[in-house]
């Protein structure tokens, strides 16, 4: 699931909208890598270069050499691939914007997610934080302050207190505020309109809030505007809105009743770059448990029974 951490640009790939922004080198490298031939990967990269120079395509695609490497648990070759995929996305920065156009900011986005987790994985623990930290205060106000935020989560969310949610606009019953939900357990469900995977752990979170919802459990659902339909590329944020609700009868039937603020505010909060992301609170409204992805039924319900036991 980490490598889905783009949310914005996967979404619209999902719904068709954007069906060559990772076509050409972007797909040549990774299917090479799905192969697992770093070799034929470069040769990719080197053609592509020769041909087109350094681009914003170039240096995603060569992301995902990084990504492949830390996968590998080579973390030599992933911190050395993704420096260089620094080195290119910060010159490219010198002309352009990060978000102008959609690879740059996934190039550097998961350059500076493997960076930290190789530092993670080699047990420089103050190293990583300080990495996402620094980078943080760069790129807060960019796409990739989710993706950041869901790293910097993975390292050091559990046992602190659950950030509130905003709560202004929502569908479903109205959203309690968190302080307020102490000494109950608490699963908050981050979801997209176009998330597959969401739809797949519906049906799991509706039996699992069956079950212990008598035990005090309560699931929040919260979702935010992409700015697209599947229908719409520019959609309006009412027309967005009536077709989140639209997704939630289809798909979501079992949880109608289920809160569901809607804010980007609070994705970027709790770094909900991958979606689903999951976040069980315990009774002192402490996280518990935070899992960018989708848990099945069985692994999700161990967690639960943890924080309703404790």
């Known amino acids: 699931m980490r490598l889905r951490s783009a949310v914005v640009i996967l979404g619209l790939l999902a719904s068709g909208l954007l069906a060559s922004a990772s076509a050409g080198i972007v797909e040549d490298v990774r299917g090479a890598l799905a192969q697992n031939s770093f070799s034929a990967a470069e040769a990719e990269l080197k053609a592509y270069q020769s041909r087109n120079g350094v681009t914003p395509e170039y240096i995603e695609a060569y992301s995902w050499m990084a990504r492949a490497a830390l996968s590998d648990r080579d973390y030599d070759q992933a911190s050395a691939y993704a420096k260089q995929t620094s080195a290119m996305a910060l010159d490219q ?136 339909t599947a229908q719409v590329e520019n959609a309006s944020p009412s027309d967005e809105l009536a077709y989140i609700d639209a997704v939630r009868h289809r798909f979501y039937a079992g949880l109608l009743d289920m809160p569901v603020p809607i804010s980007k505010y609070n994705f970027d909060v709790y770094g909900s770059s991958t979606t689903p992301t999951l976040v069980l609170l315990d009774r002192t409204g402490k996280v518990a448990m935070y899992h960018p992805g989708a848990l099945p039924y069985d692994q999700l319900r161990t967690e639960i029974e943890k924080v309703v036991d404790r």
């Open 93 to 228: 920065l010198k002309r352009r914007t990060l978000d102008a156009e959609p690879h740059l900011p996934l190039a550097l986005g998961a350059a500076i997610e493997v960076q930290s987790q190789t530092l993670a994985a080699r047990g420089q623990r103050t190293q990583a934080l300080a990495v996402l930290q620094s980078a943080l205060r760069t790129y807060g106000n960019t796409s990739i302050r989710a993706r950041l935020q869901k790293n910097l989560n993975l390292l050091s969310f559990e046992g602190k207190a659950a950030p509130a949610l905003r709560t202004e606009q929502f569908l479903g019953s109205k959203p309690p505020v968190l302080a307020q939900l102490k000494g109950s357990p608490v699963l908050l469900f981050f979801w997209a309109h176009w998330c597959g995977d969401c739809k797949a752990e519906a049906p799991i979170i509706t039996q699992l809030r069956s079950e212990f919802a008598p035990k005090g459990l309560t699931v929040v659902g919260p979702t935010r505007l992409y700015g697209y």
